[in-house]
């Protein structure tokens, strides 16, 4: 591999139908990205089988192989410290310095366990989280904890609105973004006691965070706030709802145009307005949930996506590893330090 090169690792067995798909989502990324090159990781034969009919992106690979894979029904607990598996090969080689960044679709429980496990979390961050981009009605937003933590304390939560904040900057190129946790509703009396106290903790910090206060599920969609930040398990519950409602509203669509005859004719003069709604809906076009606080940057593809999403995962770990993410974010911890609340305020928040 050239050192001029950005180079990804990728988990070539990880998540459905691979390796084709992640050939395939790689050939996608290759053509869209041609400073990065890769590491894959996996069974050799079945990775060379299908990387036949990609020749130009074969000059830009390098294939290690590895005798074991990391299944979806595989506890993390079991497979945690088993060194032989593609996905800890394929995350080691970010420790290593051999690659910027890691690329899985496989068990997000494992994905996680073994990143953190493996590339060590940033020192002075509390808890890494799984964050993601989404659309809203104007633009995009991000939103963390997305599973990592089912429990979260109010430091948590304060933490991940500064790396959220962080993020939104780089990967949005949003200047100032608008920070929420999200509650129940808007009072201050709702909720849970650890989201009031990581909102007083993140007003009476110095941290330089644009905080809007609470928003509510609903308000979501609304452009109401560039970063949401919750627990792991509400977050969790929050995006996949989110998912449902947008599957929702397309077979919705489709059904109502297939019952209705006016509907049909009517189709190709609102057929621009559905394709971007569609492109807008499109789950593959925000694959790749981040691990962030990490010593390394660790990206999730939904494990059941196609080529497209794959690519899609691929591209925005290249563009955060261009930005110098996970430097950045170890940067700012150093420079803001949550301990700048005196213990004594701690004391009153807790």
Known sequence: ????????????????????VVIEGLAIAARKNPDVRFLLFGDEAKIRASLSNYPQLQKVCEIRHADEVVRNEDKPSSVIRNKN?????AIDAVRKGEAQAVVSAGNTGALMSISKLVLKTIQKIHRPAIVSVMPHINGKYVMLDLGANTECSAINLAEFAMMGDILARYALGIRRPRVALLNIGAEEMKGK??????????????????????????????????????????GNIALKSIE??????IRMIKRAVKKSFLAKIGLPFMMGVVLRIKKTMDPRLYNGAMFVGLNGLSVKSHGGTDALGFSV??????????????????????????????????YDLY
């Open 193 to 234: 006691e650890e989201i009031h106290k990581a909102a007083q903790m993140i007003r009476n910090s110095h941290m330089n965070i644009d905080f809007i206060g609470y928003i509510e599920p609903h308000e979501i969609p609304e452009d109401k706030a560039d970063v949401i930040v919750a627990d792991g398990f509400t």
């Open 313 to 346: 995962a691929v591209s925005n770990a290249a563009n955060l590893v261009r930005q110098n993410f996970v430097s950045t974010i170890r940067c700012e911890i150093e420079k803001l330090d949550l301990d700048e609340l005196s213990q004594e305020a701690i």
């Open 1 to 20: 591999m050239s050192e001029n090169n950005l180079v990804i690792s990728i988990d070539a067995m990880g998540g459905d139908n691979s390796p084709r």
């Open 85 to 89: 598996t593609s996905m800890y090969m």
């Open 244 to 249: 449902g409602t947008a599957r929702l509203v």
